[in-house]
Structure formats: structure tokens, C-alpha cells
């Protein structure tokens, strides 16, 4: 059976349990086609995987399917429950080929329905109908150094989000003197603790020498230091998997959204914000210390400003830049150049046109 003749599951995750809903290939909605979408509750776990796959072969030998690699699976993104889910899946059954999809883009195509209701199962339905019409492409989850970068990442993160709530409360005055002292002990716990991740994500990077060479070439670009350059890895994985520049752009929401309608709405481009939002908050950073310290950076950046551009607009374009430029350097296996020319070639291979 080829990818167009799949068979769609469509899964809503929760913490303990999932639900399932099984559209077959040429299925197409309607309301009363909706309700007659066979699904089930099973328990998030391997047992309740198990008795996933037997209720799904038994559906599928009742429409005279015997072929088991015939169905494929999707769910909307529910950090680490839908990706425990798609490991078990994929553990199972290899040839679900799971797909973790965008939040935003299957909760516009569920609203498109125009479902009054909104519950688990309901979700699960639609999610099944956004396979059978869509054929998302699989998942791929981040492996080996790349996984353990993205953890560490991640839970730095949100550590570091504590730190600044921490540092703004103790800029509130406290005439409690166990409320200041309990404050500080608080803000130097915190602070040891990013600094043990840190020290762990430098031995992550020394455990594979491909992925350290990799960082090292990334961080020979001015404004990519080292947090950047470990997000970049842990949440893009190798980035010479992306065919062509504009996709892994695309990918982090760094492409131009344009709004036209008529002769009426010209709005200006922006970014479209549809991909990793870890990714476009550190190359934010990046980006700043670029236009700052990087000399084609800073001109390409002044010359938007000088074009009408406004400095948000330019950022994101220094972004943009920053992202694609990263790609080209690790495909040429060559530490950035500051002398080469704009729009020139790194190693007389791949163009880029900051630099």
C-alpha cells in the first residue's frame, strides 16, 4: 500500500490515557461520517499500546485489510507525552511512522470542521481526518547527543526562567529578614544548578566528536556563543538534513509571512512564527550580538534600517541569516570567514549572502 492509500489514526494524548480514532483511506468528512469514526480510550502506557494495535487489526481485517503497515498515526504536539507515545508506537510497530504535528496548524484545520463540541475523542476524529487528507510527513526524533542536548536545553530553560523571577523578587524590598536571607539562598541554588547543567552539556559535547565538531564550527560565527549554538544542535539535530536553506528556515518560523488582499491590505511582511519558538528566541539573542560584533552582519543590518526597514523587521532578517549561515558552514565542514564577500562562497561551493 503506497503513502496516498494509508489508513489514518488520529490520537489525542493526555497525561495517563490517549484516545483513538481510526479514518480509513478515501474517507472524506461530513458530519455523518464524522460520528461514525470508530475510536477508543486506552491507557498511555505499553500495555495500553498493546491493546491499541489489537483493536486497530481488528478494525482494519473487518474492511478487509490484511496488511498491517497499511495505517499511519497522528498526534498534535504534547511535549514529552507524545513523544513517549510515538517512541512506544514506533517500538511496537515500526511502520505507523508517527506523526508529532504542529498544535497550531491542526487545531486551525479541526476549527475549519466547524464542530460545536469540543472533547478528547472528538479531537482524536479530526486528527484522523487531518491524516487521511493532509499525509503529514513522520516524525523524526532527535538521537544520541542531539536528545540529551535538547533535555539539558530545554530544562536549563526553564531554570533560567526561574533565576529571573528569583532576581525580581529580590529586588523587592522585604522587611522580613528570613524572607531575604531564604531569597538569596534560593538565587545561589539556582545559579549552581545552571552552571552543573552547563558543565554536563560541555561533557554531552565531548562525548561524540562529529557533534563537537559541528559546535566548534558554529561558534566560530560572531554573536553564536555557546548556549546558541547548543540549542541550535539539540533542537534542529544535524542541520545538513535540511535540502535546501529555505526549509530549514521554514522550519524555525523564520520565512516571511506576507498579508495581501485587494487594493486595500498591504500589510508588511513579517516573520510567520510557525516553527520552533526555542529556536527564534536564541537566535534573537544571536542576532543582536551579530548586527553588534559581525561587520557583514552589522552592514546588512543598517542598510535594512537605512531602506525603511524597522529594527524588529531587520532582527528577524539577521535571524534568518544567522540560521542559513550555520547550515552552510557545517555543510562545508569550514570555520566561518569574515573576509570573504558578501553573497560570495565560503569554500567556492555553497553561497551565502551574509558573511
Known amino acids: 500500500m ?24 478515501g474517507q472524506h468528512y461530513s458530519s455523518e461520517t464524522f460520528h461514525e469514526v470508530p475510536v477508543k480510550t486506552f491507557a498511555r502506557s505499553v500495555q495500553g499500546i498493546e491493546q491499541f494495535l489489537q483493536w486497530l487489526d481488528g478494525l482494519t481485517k473487518q474492511c ?37 504535528a504542529n498544535a497550531n496548524i491542526t487545531s486551525s484545520f479541526i476549527r475549519s470542521l466547524g464542530l460545536r463540541n469540543k472533547t478528547d475523542r472528538m479531537e482524536a476524529r479530526a486528527l484522523a481526518f487531518y491524516g487521511v487528507e493532509r499525509q503529514p510527513a513522520p516524525y523524526e526524533p532527535p538521537q544520541g547527543v542531539y536528545k540529551e542536548l535538547r533535555e539539558l536545553c530545554r530544562f536549563r530553560e526553564e531554570i533560567v526562567k526561574e533565576q529571573v523571577a528569583c532576581k525580581n523578587r529580590r529586588d523587592e524590598t522585604s522587611l522580613n529578614p528570613v524572607i531575604r536571607r531564604l531569597a538569596k539562598r534560593r538565587l545561589r541554588e539556582i545559579e549552581r544548578h545552571i552552571e552543573e547543567i552547563e558543565k554536563e552539556m560541555r ?12 559546535y566548534d564550527l558554529l561558534v566560530s560565527i560572531p554573536g553564536v556563543g555557546f548556549i546558541t549554538a547548543c540549542m541550535v544542535l539539540g533542537e534542529l539535530g544535524d542541520l545538513r538534513r535540511f535540502l535546501r536553506a529555505r526549509q530549514i528556515a521554514a522550519f524555525a518560523g523564520l520565512s516571511p509571512r506576507l498579508r495581501q488582499s485587494g487594493s486595500s491590505v498591504n500589510g508588511k511582511p513579517h516573520l510567520c512564527k510557525a516553527g520552533n519558538s526555542r529556536i527564534r528566541k536564541v537566535l534573537y539573542m544571536a542576532a543582536i550580538s551579530a548586527a553588534r560584533y ?31 549561515l550555520m547550515r552552510a558552514i557545517l555543510i562545508e565542514n569550514t570555520p566561518y570567514n569574515p573576509k570573504h564577500k558578501s553573497g560570495g562562497k565560503l569554500c567556492g561551493k555553497t553561497a551565502l549572502s551574509c558573511g
Open 64 to 100: 478487509g485489510e490484511t496488511n498491517p503497515d497499511g495505517v499511519r498515526v497522528v498526534m498534535e504536539s504534547t511535549g514529552t507525552y507524545s513523544m513517549e507515545l510515538s517512541a512506544w508506537l514506533v517500538g511496537q510497530r515500526a511502520s505507523l511512522e508517527p506523526t508529532i
Open 2 to 25: 503506497n503513502e496516498q492509500k494509508k489508513h489514518w489514526v488520529g490520537i489525542d494524548v493526555a497525561q495517563k490515557t490517549f484516545d483513538a480514532a481510526l479514518a480509513f483511506y
Open 294 to 324: 559581525c561587520p557583514s552582519m552589522e552592514k546588512d543590518y543598517q542598510l535594512m534600517l537605512l531602506h525603511g526597514k524597522s529594527k524588529m523587521s531587520a532582527l528577524g532578517a539577521i535571524m534568518r541569516k544567522l540560521l542559513v
Open 203 to 214: 561533557k554531552i559535547l565531548d562525548k561524540d566528536e562529529n557533534v563537537k565538531k559541528d
